[in-house]
């Protein structure tokens, strides 16, 4: 899968080394099985790129630098390098000063957002991070959609993996919906609101409407508005309605926190501390649909080792679109 990315990459405009981190993190994503955003969201990347809204070569830009914030142009390069290279400056930050943050204007779609919490997290880091996007959702109580669905994520080293939490803030990401659509699938719970204004578990009606449900009703669409101001305001970038108004989703902004564990007073006990939350967490009495009580990211690394094993599951009109790309 990866040599296939690289060879595309290649062809797209990408330098060598450009192409391989970003095949790498295509096919990474598709192994952990996020496949909504790594091997079905490839052949869009690539048309992006032949359509001018990515630039292959592009690197970021310090735009300012106040100690532990800085600011960052993307100067629309490649979403997922752009966001890897926000994380590793963060971190930097953060080793010198205990916490950084990187705030990038100007980017694009980093894909999972998941990516960059466990590339801290294996690095002994505390990572935040999240993203604006366009307008894709409604704001609660609107019919129309004004708000974006703003991927959140946050990741903190355990053992030799690390829990991660990675959602956006609709029911489910519009990603997602396309692999159930694909699938033929109906989704496990209501997502989103059809034609008629009816809540449904139809994904192919919600991506038709895009009135996807806001995570905790109220609740989700308060922190969708939160987090693209923060966005926009740390990164001196666009806002939602200003990227909305664009032809395409491109020139987005982002944040990325890194926090180091070594510089904290309790490092030494941190993982008996984490220990102690997920052993009761796994003492849970499980409902009547329930196997098993997993904390985030678990499963990730559960299909990541099936995967290794077995294959990554890969539809198969779609793959063949992929090598004629």
Same mark, same amino acid.
């Given at each position: 899968?990866?040599?296939? %990315?690289?060879?595309?990459? /290649?062809?797209?405009?990408?330098?060598?080394?450009?192409?391989?981190?970003?095949?790498?993190?295509?096919?990474?994503?598709?192994?952990?099985?996020?496949?909504?955003?790594?091997?079905?969201?490839?052949?869009? %990347?690539?048309?992006?790129?032949?359509?001018?809204?990515?630039?292959? +070569?592009?690197?970021?830009?310090?735009?300012?630098?106040?100690?532990?914030?800085?600011?960052?142009?993307?100067?629309?390069?490649?979403?997922?390098?752009?966001?890897?290279?926000?994380?590793?400056?963060?971190?930097?930050?953060?080793?010198?000063?205990?916490?950084?943050?990187?705030?990038?204007?100007?980017?694009?779609?980093?894909?999972?957002?998941?990516?960059?919490?466990?590339?801290?997290?294996?690095?002994? %880091?505390? %990572?935040?991070?999240?993203?604006?996007?366009?307008?894709?959702?409604?704001?609660?109580?609107?019919? *129309?959609?004004?708000?974006?669905?703003?991927?959140?994520?946050?990741?903190?080293?355990?053992?030799?993996?690390?829990?991660?939490? *990675?959602?956006?803030?609709?029911?489910?990401?519009?990603?997602?919906?396309?692999?159930?659509?694909?699938?033929?699938?109906?989704?496990?719970?209501?997502?989103?609101?059809?034609?008629?204004?009816?809540?449904?578990?139809?994904?192919?009606?919600?991506? @038709?409407?895009?009135?996807?449900?806001?995570?905790?009703?109220?609740?989700?669409?308060?922190?969708?508005?939160?987090?693209?101001?923060? @966005?926009?305001?740390?990164?001196?970038?666009?806002?939602?309605? +200003?990227?909305?108004?664009?032809? @395409? +989703?491109?020139?987005?902004?982002?944040?990325?926190? @890194?926090?180091?564990?070594?510089? /904290?007073?309790?490092?030494?006990?941190?993982?008996?501390?984490? *220990?102690?939350?997920?052993?009761?967490?796994?003492?849970?009495?499980?409902? +009547?649909?329930?196997?098993?009580?997993?904390?985030?990211?678990?499963?990730?690394?559960?299909?990541?080792?099936?995967?290794?094993?077995?294959?990554?599951?890969?539809?198969?009109?779609?793959?063949?679109?992929?090598?004629?790309?």
């Amino acid at each position: 899968m990866k040599s296939e %990315f690289v060879r595309i990459l /290649l062809k797209s405009g990408f330098s060598k080394s450009k192409a391989d981190q970003c095949a790498e993190i295509f096919a990474l994503n598709s192994l952990e099985g996020v496949y909504s955003h790594g091997v079905n969201r490839f052949p869009r %990347f690539v048309s992006n790129i032949k359509e001018g809204y990515i630039l292959p +070569e592009a690197v970021p830009s310090l735009v300012k630098n106040t100690g532990s914030v800085e600011q960052w142009d993307g100067n629309l390069g490649p979403g997922p390098l752009n966001a890897l290279f926000a994380t590793d400056r963060a971190m930097d930050i953060a080793s010198e000063n205990g916490i950084g943050l990187v705030a990038m204007g100007n980017t694009n779609h980093w894909m999972r957002g998941g990516t960059y919490g466990w590339h801290a997290a294996g690095k002994g %880091f505390i %990572f935040i991070g999240w993203t604006n996007t366009e307008a894709n959702m409604p704001a609660w109580g609107a019919k *129309d959609f004004r708000i974006g669905n703003n991927p959140l994520v946050m990741a903190v080293p355990y053992k030799n993996e690390a829990v991660v939490l *990675d959602f956006a803030m609709s029911q489910y990401s519009y990603g997602k919906m396309e692999l159930f659509d694909l699938e033929g699938k109906r989704l496990p719970y209501p997502g989103g609101f059809n034609k008629n204004g009816e809540i449904t578990d139809s994904p192919g009606e919600i991506l @038709a409407t895009r009135r996807a449900l806001p995570i905790g009703y109220w609740k989700g669409s308060g922190l969708s508005i939160l987090l693209d101001i923060l @966005a926009a305001v740390l990164s001196g970038g666009l806002s939602t309605v +200003e990227i909305s108004a664009k032809k @395409a +989703e491109y020139a987005l902004s982002q944040v990325f926190i @890194a926090i180091s564990l070594e510089k /904290l007073s309790n490092f030494q006990t941190i993982q008996e501390t984490i *220990d102690r939350i997920i052993m009761d967490l796994k003492d849970s009495v499980p409902d +009547e649909n329930s196997n098993e009580i997993r904390y985030p990211g678990e499963n990730t690394v559960k299909i990541r080792e099936e995967n290794k094993r077995n294959g990554i599951p890969v539809n198969k009109d779609l793959w063949e679109k992929i090598l004629l790309l």
